[in-house]
């Protein structure tokens, strides 16, 4: 499927967030963890949650949808063996820790990397190994058991892995005594996980610097949770207001969520002001945009997935701004694209940057000077990964006249219906 986009037209008017994919996700894997039902409110219409669902039901869960509410009970586990699906996400190693607390054995196939880098789960099995699970790798799939149960322990993670910490948290709720994880990622969708587990009867402790404290609880039951807004698609609409100057309300955009990206936005010339209901973006004079030094990093950091839809304003902002991305080693694949519709953007295997960073001296493409401002035209694309899409149809939306994106089943993955929302802002956008 592919977006046809007439760019060049300023977008005005409201869009309501969706349920964060990255909180929703795995949501329905906490669900497994307890028999009774889970209600998840909110809940987005994205092609990863539905892959979720996919997962889910295969291995006995019961779901229902209707009007936005999520209701999933898992009455038994039917097979704890799950199969690779054919439209892949990351969430399957997710499974893991649930399915060996709650059955004690496990099977997860192998993912590969993808566009944005190998993505390894090295550190998933050294944590669940910690706590008592024997895990067999084989060339296409990780077959995990746990003959006396999981116990909690103390876990140092090498890095503050998103998945790896929510795979360890999942895995200890229901873990005989206290688990600790030092280094943990402490993103917002880990918290309104959390949460979720709370309601669920779990005992979690969000400690200072990065430590994580569960006690292990006999059993979960069911829980009713509002899943949290989607901040990805917060930052990608105010990019769309900024670089197409117009007004855009973001409706239930929490500033909690983008404290660091609000900052950013401010200091290239954007501005925004926090509302009842939501955030208002938008530019406030006719100045052109200013450079800037960004540097992508773990919560409360500037997040990467953020970069891209910030690269397209840069592009417009006048000198050279640079970006040091120090979460995924490939994250610049797009810049060849923005490229063939006029920016320059330079990719460098140097960190621009003072963070420290796992990729110094390795030689990944990691970082990128951007030259500005540069008057964009259409082009022909085809999308690579989900957030360099978003970054592809707000530069179309830019660049005066007829742009073709091509692939846009992976832009579906993580933004709901975006073709009829962006519509709604006045966008020339059509799906064929
Ligand atoms: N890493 C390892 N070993 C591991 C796990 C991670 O080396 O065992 C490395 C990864 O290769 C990567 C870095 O650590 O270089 C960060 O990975 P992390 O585990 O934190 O990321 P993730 O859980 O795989 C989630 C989001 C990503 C988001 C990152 C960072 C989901 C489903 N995905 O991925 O979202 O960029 O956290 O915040 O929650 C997206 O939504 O488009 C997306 C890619």
């Known amino acids: 499927m592919k977006f046809i986009i007439n760019g060049g037209k300023q977008l005005n008017g409201e869009i309501k967030l969706a349920g964060a994919k990255n909180a929703a996700t795995k949501m329905l894997v906490a669900s497994i963890l307890t028999a009774e039902p889970c209600v998840l409110e909110n809940f987005p219409e994205i092609g990863d949650a539905q892959i979720t669902q996919e997962l889910c039901r295969s291995i006995g869960s019961e779901i229902t949808v209707a009007d936005g509410v999520l209701t999933i009970r898992t009455p038994e586990i039917k097979t704890s063996k799950v199969v690779s699906l054919s439209r892949r996400n990351r969430i399957p190693i997710l499974a893991l820790g649930p399915l060996l607390a709650r059955v004690g054995e496990a099977e997860v196939p192998i993912l590969g990397g993808d566009k944005i880098g190998p993505r390894p789960v090295d550190i998933h099995i050294d944590a669940l190994t910690a706590m008592g699970a024997k895990i067999e790798i084989l060339p296409d799939r990780y077959v995990a058991s746990a003959p006396n149960g999981l116990h909690g322990t ?54 200072a610097n990065r430590v994580i404290y569960i006690d292990g ?14 901040r990805n698609e917060a930052v990608s609409f105010a990019c769309l207001a900024v670089a197409t100057g117009g007004k855009i309300l973001v409706k239930e955009a929490r500033q909690e969520d983008l404290i660091t990206f609000l900052n950013t936005l401010r200091r290239v010339g954007g501005e925004y002001e926090v509302i009842k209901g939501g955030i208002l973006f938008f530019k406030p004079n006719s100045e052109p945009l200013k450079p800037a030094v960004i540097e992508t990093d773990t919560h409360p950091g500037f997040m990467t997935d953020w970069q891209q839809p910030l ?9 050279a701004s640079t970006i040091h991305e120090t979460v995924y080693e490939d994250r610049f694949g797009y810049a060849q694209d923005l490229n063939l519709m006029g920016a320059d953007i330079k990719v460098e295997t140097r960190c621009l940057g003072e963070l420290p ?16 401002p540069k008057e964009l035209r259409p082009a022909q694309l085809v999308v690579r990964d989900l957030r360099s899409g978003i970054a592809h149809i707000i530069v179309a939306l830019i660049a005066k006249g007829e742009s073709v994106i091509e692939g846009v089943e992976e832009i579906d993955r993580g933004y ?11 966008a020339d956008i059509r799906r064929m």
């Open 154 to 207: 103390k876990i140092e993670l090498r890095y503050p892995s998103v998945g790896a910490t929510e795979n360890t948290i999942l895995a200890a709720v229901l873990a005989a005594g206290r688990t600790v994880i030092h280094n943990a990622a402490i993103e917002p969708e880990i918290t309104d996980l959390i949460e979720m587990l709370q309601k669920m009867g779990a005992i979690i402790e969000l400690g």
């Open 217 to 230: 609880v006999k059993k979960l039951h069911g829980a009713t949770h509002r899943i949290m807004p989607d």
């Open 311 to 319: 690269a397209v304003l840069l592009t417009q902002a006048n000198g």
């Open 357 to 372: 960073c796992r990729f110094k001296n390795r030689g990944f493409n990691h970082s990128a000077f951007v030259a500005g």
């Open 416 to 426: 709901e219906r975006i073709d009829e929302r962006l519509r709604q802002l006045g």
